[in-house]
């Protein structure tokens, strides 16, 4: 039930992508201003993601699982009603405010679940993240080639009812929480400091890597999220634990996680497009959008088969070595990648190869976490990695798109990105694997007899953390 709301909500983010050349035209808006479709529904994720997750740890999991569904049914609802540029921004950003689905629902499995069920369990509910948008590409071109384009929000909406009736019938309330207050302030902080990175790092190729807007958000985030971190570490309740955070598995983790968002990211920027491009290039085979998204929809299956073995794994050898594992995994699928790019059976096995590794990194990650806080931050702390996921999706967007824009061909007065191109990102999603593996060397070893996940079932709280009621 859990893994399904965490599909549903992470469809959202390939919901658009078949009609996003589309949207001036049917909302009557310059292309730059219909863009915001997209980069609203990214803003809000970052923001709600580890928010939601602090409110679940302190009045309810389930509960805070149920009213991120019903923002994003309301979402859904507001962009199937719409027909101007507001109202879609609106409903899209509320989508993005469902985000914390995820790591809500791996909280939930850690709070109820026995020790021998949560591994595989976690694992399946942390992939739902690449499942979703694995099996969204297909299903949204397919919606969009075939009906009106509402229906891609009505049918967003439907699934979303399914999943919050789903949650209140199966689903119970987690007994453990932190209480206390919530961190009002360091909420704002961080909000800003997000929003303003995030901004600079999504927008920075239409309004100029080195323009005075750019650089200056850039300069604000530093400047906004250091004065955050140093307000985070001096009030007695914070919004994140940064002591908790600043553990070496815990640090480790996350920053591995950025890289591995930027390895899984690449695979989606480039495929869809050597698909679609024309055959004329040389490289591009000339399919169309529904085709890309069936080429892409193996992988979705494949990082829901390899859940269980990667749970497997970490339990037999602990989630560090499967996270190692499915970083090397990803590096391959990459390789193949650049030497196998002629015909769509190489990029249905490159996706499949790469699904695999990212359904292992996938897997492990939420176990690593779990193995190094109490379990009254685990929401918080699931939703902190999942937002370094996203951080790490965020920078592969524009480092890709520069990349793709500088290195182009010309053919019938258009540019088009070279075959070099495509070559380079795949080079680079290679090299963030690699750099993921060499970061996650560094986490601590599972100590013998101590499984990853039951760990701090039985470990004290962090000082200065609340205590659990």
Not at 78 to 88: E, F, G, R, T
Not at 162 to 171: D, M
Not at 388 to 413: D, F, K, Y
């Given at each position: 039930?859990?893994?399904?709301?965490?599909?549903?909500?992470?469809?959202?983010q390939?919901?658009?992508?078949?009609?996003?050349p589309?949207l001036?035209?049917?909302?009557?808006?310059?292309?730059?201003?219909?863009?915001?479709?997209?980069t609203?529904?990214?803003?809000?994720?970052?923001?709600?993601?580890?928010?939601?997750?602090?409110?679940?740890?302190m009045f309810?999991?389930?509960?805070?699982?149920?009213?991120?569904?019903?923002?994003?049914?309301?979402?859904s609802?507001?962009?199937?009603?719409?027909?101007?540029l507001?109202?879609?921004?609106?409903?899209r950003?509320?989508?993005?405010?469902?985000?914390?689905?995820?790591?809500?629902?791996?909280?939930?499995?850690?709070?109820?679940?026995?020790?021998?069920?949560?591994?595989?369990?976690?694992?399946?509910?942390?992939?739902?993240?690449?499942?979703?948008?694995?099996l969204?590409?297909?299903?949204?071109?397919?919606?969009?080639?075939?009906?009106?384009?509402?229906?891609?929000?009505?049918?967003?909406?439907?699934?979303?009812?399914?999943?919050?009736?789903?949650?209140?019938?199966?689903?119970?309330?987690?007994?453990?929480?932190t209480?206390g207050?919530?961190d009002?302030?360091?909420?704002?902080?961080?909000?800003?400091?997000?929003?303003?990175l995030?901004?600079?790092?999504?927008?920075?190729?239409?309004?100029?890597?080195?323009?005075?807007?750019?650089?200056?958000?850039?300069?604000?985030?530093?400047?906004?999220?250091?004065?955050w971190?140093?307000?985070?570490?001096?009030?007695?309740?914070?919004?994140?634990?940064?002591?908790?955070?600043?553990?070496?598995?815990?640090?480790?983790?996350?920053?591995?996680?950025?890289?591995?968002?930027?390895?899984?990211?690449a695979?989606?920027?480039?495929?869809?497009?050597?698909?679609?491009?024309?055959?004329?290039t040389?490289?591009?085979?000339?399919?169309?959008?529904?085709?890309?998204?069936?080429?892409?929809?193996?992988?979705?299956?494949?990082?829901?088969?390899?859940?269980?073995?990667?749970?497997?794994v970490?339990?037999?050898?602990?989630?560090?070595?499967?996270?190692?594992?499915?970083?090397?995994?990803?590096?391959?699928g990459?390789?193949?990648?650049?030497?196998?790019m002629?015909?769509?059976?190489?990029?249905?096995?490159?996706?499949?190869?790469?699904?695999?590794?990212?359904?292992?990194?996938y897997?492990?990650?939420?176990?690593?976490?779990?193995?190094?806080?109490?379990?009254?931050?685990?929401?918080?702390?699931?939703?902190?990695?999942?937002?370094?996921?996203?951080?790490?999706?965020?920078?592969?967007?524009?480092?890709?798109?520069?990349?793709?824009?500088?290195?182009?061909?010309?053919?019938?007065?258009?540019?088009?990105?070279?075959?070099?191109?495509?070559?380079?990102?795949?080079?680079l999603?290679?090299?963030?694997?690699?750099?993921?593996?060499?970061i996650?060397s560094?986490?601590?070893?599972?100590?013998?007899?101590?499984?990853?996940?039951s760990?701090?079932?039985?470990?004290?709280?962090?000082?200065?953390?609340?205590?659990?009621k």
């Amino acid at each position: 039930m859990l893994a399904f709301a965490g599909i549903v909500v992470s469809l959202m983010q390939t919901l658009v992508i078949p009609i996003v050349p589309d949207l001036p035209r049917l909302l009557d808006a310059p292309a730059s201003d219909t863009a915001w479709a997209v980069t609203a529904t990214l803003l809000a994720a970052a923001v709600a993601t580890p928010v939601v997750g602090r409110l679940g740890d302190m009045f309810g999991k389930r509960r805070m699982l149920l009213v991120s569904i019903v923002l994003l049914v309301t979402g859904s609802v507001v962009c199937a009603l719409s027909d101007a540029l507001v109202p879609m921004i609106v409903g899209r950003a509320l989508q993005g405010l469902a985000s914390g689905v995820v790591p809500l629902g791996i909280s939930i499995m850690r709070d109820e679940l026995p020790a021998e069920r949560l591994a595989g369990s976690t694992a399946l509910m942390s992939a739902s993240l690449g499942v979703g948008g694995a099996l969204g590409l297909p299903t949204a071109a397919l919606i969009a080639d075939n009906f009106d384009w509402h229906v891609l929000f009505w049918a967003s909406a439907a699934m979303g009812v399914i999943a919050f009736a789903l949650v209140v019938s199966f689903v119970p309330e987690s007994k453990v929480r932190t209480g206390g207050r919530f961190d009002l302030v360091g909420a704002l902080g961080m909000a800003t400091g997000l929003v303003c990175l995030l901004l600079a790092i999504s927008k920075g190729a239409d309004w100029g890597w080195t323009s005075g807007t750019t650089l200056g958000l850039f300069a604000a985030a530093v400047l906004v999220l250091l004065a955050w971190g140093v307000f985070e570490m001096r009030t007695s309740q914070p919004l994140v634990d940064l002591r908790t955070t600043a553990r070496r598995q815990v640090l480790v983790t996350n920053l591995a996680s950025i890289a591995i968002g930027f390895s899984m990211f690449a695979m989606s920027l480039v495929l869809p497009q050597l698909l679609q491009l024309p055959e004329r290039t040389g490289y591009g085979l000339g399919r169309s959008l529904l085709t890309a998204g069936l080429v892409m929809a193996p992988s979705g299956l494949v990082m829901m088969a390899t859940a269980p073995v990667s749970a497997a794994v970490s339990k037999a050898k602990g989630p560090k070595v499967t996270l190692m594992i499915g970083a090397v995994i990803v590096a391959c699928g990459y390789g193949l990648n650049i030497v196998l790019m002629s015909e769509v059976w190489h990029l249905v096995m490159v996706s499949c190869v790469i699904g695999a590794g990212i359904g292992f990194t996938y897997g492990s990650m939420p176990a690593l976490i779990m193995g190094a806080v109490p379990a009254s931050e685990t929401a918080a702390a699931n939703s902190l990695n999942t937002l370094m996921r996203s951080i790490g999706t965020s920078v592969a967007s524009a480092i890709a798109g520069v990349v793709l824009s500088q290195m182009t061909i010309s053919l019938g007065g258009y540019a088009l990105p070279s075959e070099s191109g495509f070559k380079t990102v795949m080079a680079l999603g290679a090299g963030a694997a690699l750099l993921a593996f060499a970061i996650a060397s560094f986490i601590p070893g599972r100590r013998p007899g101590v499984t990853a996940v039951s760990a701090p079932a039985a470990a004290e709280p962090a000082a200065g953390a609340p205590s659990v009621k």
